[in-house]
T-cell receptor, first 115, second 115 residues
Framework: DAGITQSPRHKVTETGTPVTLRCHQT?????MYWYRQDPGHGLRLIHY???????DKGEVSDGYSVSRSKTEDFLLTLESATSSQTSVYFC??????????????FGPGTRLTVL | AQKVTQAQTEISVVEKEDVTLDCVYE???????LFWYKQPPSGELVFLIR??????QNEISGRYSWNFQKSTSSFNFTITASQVVDSAVYFC????????????FGGGTRLMVKP
């Protein structure tokens, strides 16, 4: 199994509070991703990183920011959590080949509830 | 824009039945990759297969088989002689031909295999 951990695994917070989720990998993969999973939507990309300090937005980036100061860590921050951000968050990693042949491997997920 | 449609939201079968999960995709890329992931009740996402757009050969892995047809933009997944342990949500996903390109997921199909 790919060495990906997420912390915390579960979190309950209140509307308006800041929240940071951490993804840590031991695979030295270049790419890291944050997805959210909601019923009926599958997984949707929030942000991704293609190297240290190199990040870009995904499909549902509003209300989220990310940072990657080290290869192994990718942080997702909700500056002011809202109830619509209640979801399961997955981190993924990949090490793409030259033509994009890059399956992504996923962490165990973080269940976030915003009250 | 890319899109993946899994029209079957839920399928219920009895053990030992064969079952096919449908996946239809849309993309303008000439090079792209298709994936299937399994999410068992425990919640993790397990990579099953990657197929590139230039390889339309069907693939078989034990009781699992995949039928890729570019003419109908479909990448269907068949489980032969289903087992209770196959009960999970299955996701089909698509990525473009650029290195590190993000995955676009379908909404998932929940498969319930009853004893």
């Amino acid at each position: 199994d790919a060495g990906i951990t997420q912390s915390p695994r579960h979190k309950v917070t209140e509307t308006g509070t800041p929240v940071t989720l951490r993804c840590h990998q031991t695979e030295n993969h270049r790419y890291m991703y944050w997805y959210r999973q909601d019923p009926g939507h599958g997984l949707r990309l929030i942000h991704y990183s293609y190297g240290v300090k190199d990040t870009d937005k995904g499909e549902v980036s509003d209300g989220y920011s990310v940072s990657r100061s080290k290869t192994e860590d990718f942080l997702l921050t909700l500056e002011s959590a809202t109830s619509s951000q209640t979801s399961v968050y997955f981190c993924a990693i990949s090490q793409p080949g030259t033509q994009g042949e890059d399956e992504q491997f996923f962490g165990p997920g973080t269940r976030l509830t915003v009250l | 824009a890319q899109k993946v449609t899994q029209a079957q939201t839920e399928i219920s079968v009895v053990e030992k039945e064969d079952v096919t999960l449908d996946c239809v995709y849309e993309t303008r890329d000439t090079t792209y990759y298709l994936f299937w992931y399994k999410q068992p009740p425990s919640g993790e996402l397990v990579f099953l297969i990657r197929r590139n757009s230039f390889d339309e050969q069907n693939e078989i892995s034990g009781r699992y088989s995949w039928n890729f047809q570019k003419s109908t933009s479909s990448f269907n997944f068949t489980i032969t002689a289903s087992q209770v342990v196959d009960s999970a949500v299955y996701f089909c996903a698509l990525s473009g031909g650029n290195a590190g390109n993000m995955l676009t997921f379908g909404g998932g199909t929940r498969l319930m295999v009853k004893p």
